[in-house]
């Protein structure tokens, strides 16, 4: 629990008190940076646009309606920011290439003779996960990392709970049978 | 650079709804999943940029608190101050103003030796030219009055005399001018003189003064015609 919520922080932001931006960035920085590297597939773009994101919460703070939580609508305006990056460097017709690459250097680095077969399994996961389209993959990411609640997931697509629970779906089965294809056989129960 | 922070690392997720053991069996391995943190130098930029932004941020609200009540009245307090220095500025110039009218107080004095040198220059012409001047001055000036007498009485030149009685005469009810002009009546022997003293007596003298007028052409100190035209004017204006 925290002493004071992400709401109240954004309300003294949109207030003036751009320190507290600095509480939001501490709380958030690092999952919206591993989102954006989700999109991205790189480190140097994704730390851009975490900069970008916040600086856009100190532009818009006076905007967030409490219609959400804090932390959906912060999720959505990075999304807007790094899709805006994907579209003005056209990159979403290859963000999938750049995705192997990088899955691929996980795996390089991770899936030697000596790693347990659990690790060589997880490996082949994030390579599945790099391999799916980027709007399959950053419903996964943030189901499963960011959000608890279809609600706030929902908020961060700019959707429907119903919407996000059929994109989460589409998404697993996606990843399921990316999987199932790189490693030949069905995961293990 | 992998690692997963601690505070996510008990997330659970979004509800996963599936049935199927594959599907369920890859949203439990994800959570093992490693995680990239970002650098260091991440955190440095975002505070460099924040105190930036904070900075212009401030900037921006002192320009809009100007027209809020605050800043309103921060800015009637400036233009009162405004006044005041005006003011003060005002004031200050009126040392200025004084030593205006020091100078013209000056130049005042200046004229008025003028004009009494004047009244008493040896050139006729000048003289004249100084009972003109000092006909404004007279009537504040008692010293240029005295001066403008004496020229009424005993100026040897009658152009002068006659020029300096006009100037007077509005005066003579005042007893140093009258007692002089009607002392001069009786020794003024130019008949342009003595018409011109009659006729200052007959215009601004008191009964008095026209009474002994009219005894002076009755006793024959004066210019017959100058009688004459004393006896006649008071006829028509008896006293």
Known sequence: MQAVSDEQLIQWVADGDASCLGTLFERHHRSIYQYCLQLTRSSAASEDLVQDVFLKLLQKASSFRGDGSCKAWIFHIARNVAFDYLRRADRRTTIDDEGDENANRLVDHRSTEQVAAAEQNLNLVARALAEIPAAAREVIWLGRFVFEDYEDLAGALGCTASAARVRMHRAMQQLHSTFMRMNGVPIDV | ?239
């Open chain 2, 1 to 239: 650079m992998s690692d997963k922070p601690p505070s996510e690392k008990h997330k659970s997720g979004v509800p996963f709804e599936s049935d199927d053991a594959g599907e369920q069996q890859l949203w439990r391995d994800l959570e093992d999943l490693p995680q990239e943190v970002p650098s260091q130098r991440l955190r440095r930029r975002f505070y460099d940029e924040l105190e930036h932004a904070d900075r212009r941020l401030h900037r921006r609200r002192r320009w809009l608190s100007l027209f809020s009540a605050p800043g309103l009245a921060a800015a009637m307090g400036c233009v009162l101050l405004g006044v005041m220095i005006g003011v003060v500025l005002r004031n200050s110039s009126v040392p200025q103003h004084s030593e205006l009218a020091q100078l013209q107080q000056q130049v005042a004095l200046l004229n008025r030796s003028l004009v009494l040198d004047r009244l008493d220059s040896d050139s006729a012409s000048k003289r004249l030219l100084g009972v003109i001047e000092a006909s404004d001055l007279a009537g504040r000036d008692p010293e240029v009055m005295r001066a403008l007498l004496e020229r009424a009485v005993d100026d040897r030149v009658h152009s002068v005399r006659t020029a300096a009685i006009d100037a007077i005469g509005p005066r003579l009810g005042t007893p140093a001018v009258g007692n002089e002009l009607m002392a001069s009546l009786e020794k003024a022997e130019s008949p342009l003189v003595q018409l011109a003293l009659a006729d200052m007596v007959l215009r601004y003298g008191s009964p008095n003064q026209l009474e002994q007028l009219l005894q002076l052409s009755q006793t024959g100190k004066l210019h017959p015609d100058v009688a004459q035209h004393v006896k006649s004017s008071v006829s028509r204006n008896p006293v």
